[in-house]
């Protein structure tokens, strides 16, 4: 049954005030830009304003617009892949730059450091639960798969996820001695 | 560093919690504005405004054609559409199972009804919200009352000479029966999760669509008895089939390879609405039916006011 005017714009209020911070934090991991983010947030309400009568109830909108919302990332990186490869170029060479002592922001690092050692299917698999709080059935829902496909990636997602960010720990913390000797001042040797 | 450690890390690093999210959420809110209003659509919606301008608006003038292709891409396949095929009925089904079971998450109200030639056999209703249960069976005989049970918090009631009693830990509850809190919550998971779904519309054969007048889809067809009543057991000696929620299959639906007619009714919003199973002769037609209703919106159960502690039946000591 079609809802009046008003109805439907109350139903997109709320939908737009419950679930926006969850596309937003969504798109900004997933659209390769700051700006890609921002379009495809557009895209997925606009889509879901145009389709408001067919949207579900309950927790199941809010999967609903992750499900669009990865399909519309999906076509912005369809049309925009020579832009996407620098920029993950890029990101790429981040790890490389110059590191400070570990602390929690150097921790962040590594994290983000894990997350692009991990293939896109575990990372993306990875955040859906850990940074959008989705369950095995929800990211299911989401990526169009069997509950069960989705409890298996997700398992083998964090075991991955933990493997390779132990691994750039240790690394860092095996370089840190080296790099406080190579700076420590040596007495024995002044001139007289 | 342990697992959790390592987690943790990783949950300090989600953007959510970082400085500048909020604006981020306005500047979406911006971007949301201007798509909607370069759409033209006359009746665009008002979104409350935002309390202050910190992040510019991206330019989304070329968006329109790509939320175009989005929703032409959406519209694909979609249940009923323009006379699907039977892969398409069969992806529709999937998909409803998919966005069915996520749905279902939260909480949800599920009737199961078996009726023979046309009179209530057996029923129950069910209604569940995370981890509390509330199943409220039908009499088995006419000027009974029917049977109660109600999970809430970890603690088991039932209903006894008219009055809720603590029974204790779900776990603790005819284990093993088909009828525990935990076993009525892995039944309803497993059929509004999707498995039974997909199950019966990967074995279906003759599948046919059907537009209700209501804008829901009925996909129909023939599958095997054992994919349905999948569980077996004995009663007075005989092995048995048991259907979801405990229920004995009779006459035909005992036989797992017997072709049973099934029709899975989809809503319009791509909801599964019911499974209906039907078997049978006109001299003794079944019917198992489980309706699902008020997917992520039914209530928490409440404990009973005062329940009476469980009675202590042990032999004195």
């Known amino acids: 049954m079609r809802q009046s005017e008003s109805e439907r714009t109350r139903r997109f209020d709320a939908l737009f005030a419950a679930y926006s911070p969850d596309i937003v934090a969504y798109c900004g991991w997933r659209a390769p830009s700051a700006s890609d983010a921002q379009d495809a947030v557009a895209d997925v309400f606009l889509t879901a304003w145009r389709r408001l009568d ?8 809010r999967v609903w617009l992750y499900a669009t919302a990865r399909r519309v990332i999906a076509n912005q990186r369809r049309s925009s892949r020579r832009r996407v490869a620098l920029q993950e170029r890029l990101a790429l060479e981040a790890p490389s730059r110059p590191q400070e002592p570990l602390s929690p922001n150097r921790k962040e690092t590594l994290v983000h450091a894990a997350l692009r050692g991990l293939g896109p299917r575990d990372r993306e698999v990875l955040l859906l639960a850990e940074w959008e709080g989705l369950s095995p059935a929800q990211i299911a829902a989401v990526l169009g798969c069997l509950t069960v496909t989705a409890r298996g990636r997700l ?19 095996n370089a840190q001695p080296r790099r406080e000797a190579a700076v420590r001042p040596r007495t024995t040797t002044q001139a007289s | 560093m342990n697992k959790s450690e ?54 989304a003038g070329a968006s329109l054609a790509a939320a175009a292709a989005v929703t032409a891409f959406l519209t694909v396949g979609s249940p ?4 699907p095929g039977v892969e398409s009925a069969v992806a529709a089904v999937q998909r409803a199972a998919s966005l069915t079971a996520a749905s279902a ?47 809430v918090d970890g603690m088991v009631y039932g209903v006894e000479d008219g009055r809720w009693v603590e029974l204790g830990s779900p776990e603790s509850i005819d ?37 209700l007048d209501d804008g829901s889809t009925a996909y129909g067809g023939t599958v095997a008895a054992g994919l349905i009543a999948r569980e077996s057991g ?84």
């Open chain 1, 54 to 61: 067919q949207l579900p109830e309950g927790d199941a909108a």
């Open chain 1, 155 to 173: 398992h083998r997602a964090r075991r991955r996820f933990q493997a390779v960010f132990e691994a750039l720990l240790a690394r860092e913390e």
């Open chain 2, 6 to 59: 390592s987690f943790q890390a990783l949950r300090r690093a989600n953007p959510r919690v970082k400085d500048g999210f909020a604006q981020s959420v306005e500047a979406g809110a911006d971007a949301v504005r201007a798509q909607i209003a370069s759409a033209g659509d006359a009746r665009a919606p008002k979104l409350r405004p935002r309390r202050s301008r910190l992040v510019g608006v991206s330019a």
């Open chain 2, 80 to 83: 009923g559409g323009g006379g």
């Open chain 2, 105 to 151: 998450e939260r909480s949800g109200t599920a009737v199961v009804r078996i009726t023979h030639n046309s009179e209530v056999w057996a029923g129950t209703t069910v209604r569940w919200h995370g981890r509390d249960v509330r199943s409220h069976g039908l009499p088995r005989r006419p000027g009974r009352a029917g049977s109660e049970l109600l999970v």
């Open chain 2, 175 to 211: 284990p093993g029966s088909g009828t525990t809190p935990d076993e009525y919550l892995a039944a309803v998971r497993e059929d509004i999760g999707g498995v039974t779904l997909r199950r019966i519309a990967d074995s279906v054969s003759g599948l046919t669509t059907r537009r």
């Open chain 2, 234 to 317: 004995f009663k007075g000696g005989q092995p048995i089939r048991v259907f979801p929620f405990g229920y004995v299959a009779h006459d035909e639906a005992a036989n797992p390879a017997a072709h049973l007619d099934a029709v899975i009714t989809v809503g319009a919003d791509g909801i599964v609405r019911e499974i209906a199973v039907t078997w049978g002769t006109s001299a003794s037609a079944w019917t198992y039916t489980v309706t699902y209703s008020r997917l992520g919106a039914t209530s928490a159960p409440a404990a009973p006011a005062n329940p009476r502690p469980f009675p202590d039946r042990s032999p004195a000591g």
